[in-house]
């Protein structure tokens, strides 16, 4: 199992109950990759210097996961489909 450190950027309007739900979401997927989710921050709302997907501002989430290296391939794929994802950033943690 190696860590990983990943960034997910939601659109600027996204909802609590959104956001508990993409979580929700999320945790349940990583399961499903044989991994875990070991921690989760909400960095809250940012202006991004670019607009992304007609957006100006982004709920930036950062999450701390432990997962198999063979999982993290599918794991990605699953999130570039995920339509409220408008970035996001895996990062193995060593």
């Known amino acids: 199992m190696n860590n990983y450190e990943l960034t997910v950027i939601l659109e600027g309007k996204t909802t609590s109950a959104k956001k508990k739900s993409f979580l929700e979401g999320l945790d349940k997927i990583v399961k499903i990759f044989e991994g875990k989710v070991k921690s ?4 809250g709302v940012k202006e991004m210097f670019h607009e992304i997907k007609k957006q100006k501002t982004g709920l930036y ?11 993290v391939k599918g794991f990605e794929t699953k999130l570039r489909t995920d339509d409220s994802v408008l970035r996001h950033l895996i990062v193995v943690v060593k």
């Open 40 to 43: 989760a921050e909400d960095w």
């Open 61 to 71: 989430l950062h999450l701390n996961i432990e997962m198999p290296a063979k999982s």
